[in-house]
């Protein structure tokens, strides 16, 4: 009997054996789990953080790639858009053309900030400014826009009589600079000059047919007086205001034909609803040849300048 309860307390002690190795097993295995999670946790985290850092390297910052395409944008139509400029001087005048055409396979938008389009300069051989086109000059303040089509142009002609403050500047060479001045190219800012042309020309001696001008009077009623050298002592004369003729062309004898210098004396009348509110009234002397009925030998007179 004895021995029987020798036998059963040992199989008992080793079944409690068993059980514990078991129970410390799965605590183990459990706790090997949660490593293993934690691991993979860890892991994925890690991915997700690579991945957003990765797509956010691809995005656009501002001011690089979205800026940089729509330089690349301007560039391209900045040089689809080419300008020429002609310089055509004469005895009393010289005439600026000058134009843009688009090359282009898609038309053009230009905005002008106010009604001045464009600016012209003139310099003599000392570097100093004689003429400028905008001074004395009014434009309205709305934004001009210009289109121009594939393949076609967009022209501009404007002229100088050789005058500075009153007097005819001295023959010789000079330079033109002729800037167009549009601030958006279909709707991109323009921040540079990318439309400019600067031309050399030799402006001529005076007048041959005509010297001494002289004008008196104000407001309409002027009196010009001088001498001419011209076929048979006649020539013309008009008035504009540089936008109409407000005199027609009106013949005056002089008191000798050429080759002598004969005088001459005329009134000149503009009624005060035709006179400018702003703007110069200038009177053109002119020749009419005898070859071809072309006109010749023109001299322009400022009579009064209104602001």
Not at 92 to 117: A, H, P, Y
Not at 160 to 170: F, P
Not at 282 to 298: P, R
Request: aromatic fraction near 8%; hydrophobic fraction near 30%; charged fraction near 30%.
């Amino acid at each position: 009997m004895k021995k029987f309860l020798v036998i059963i307390m040992a199989m008992l002690f080793v079944a409690a054996g068993c059980a514990s190795s078991g129970e410390s097993k799965a605590n183990g295995n459990e706790e090997t789990e949660n490593v293993s999670s934690e691991e993979a946790t860890e892991e994925t985290n890690e991915e997700t953080k690579e991945k957003t850092e990765s797509e956010e390297s691809e995005e656009p910052k501002e001011g690089t790639k979205q800026d940089s395409a729509e330089e690349v944008d301007l560039q391209t139509l900045l040089e689809q858009v080419e300008m020429t400029a002609n310089v055509n001087p004469e005895t009393e005048k010289v005439t600026f053309d000058f134009s843009l055409k688009n090359n282009g396979e898609k038309g053009v938008n230009l905005n002008f900030s106010s009604g001045q389009q464009y600016e012209i300069i003139v310099k003599n051989e000392q570097g100093e400014e004689v003429y400028r086109y905008s001074e004395g000059k009014s434009f309205t303040e709305a934004v001009v826009s210009e289109e121009i089509k594939p393949s076609k142009e967009l022209t501009f002609t404007s002229s100088w009589n050789y005058d500075q403050d009153g007097d005819r500047v001295q023959p010789g060479t000079y330079s033109a600079e002729i800037t167009l001045l549009p601030m958006k190219m279909n709707g991109q800012t323009i921040e540079a000059k990318p439309f400019q042309v600067e031309k050399a020309f030799d402006i001529p001696s005076e007048n041959q047919a005509f010297r001494n001008v002289k004008v008196e009077g104000e407001k309409g009623q002027y009196t010009v007086s001088g001498e001419a050298r011209v076929f048979e002592g006649s020539f013309m004369y008009n008035v504009e205001d540089g936008h109409q003729v407000l005199v027609m062309d009106t013949p005056v004898q002089v008191s000798e034909g050429a080759p002598g210098w004969g005088k001459f004396e005329f009134n000149v009348e503009i009624s005060e609803d035709q006179l400018p509110t702003s703007g110069t009234l200038t009177l053109m002397l002119y020749e009419i040849s005898a070859k071809d009925g072309s006109v010749t030998n023109q001299k322009f007179v400022k009579l009064e300048t209104f602001k």
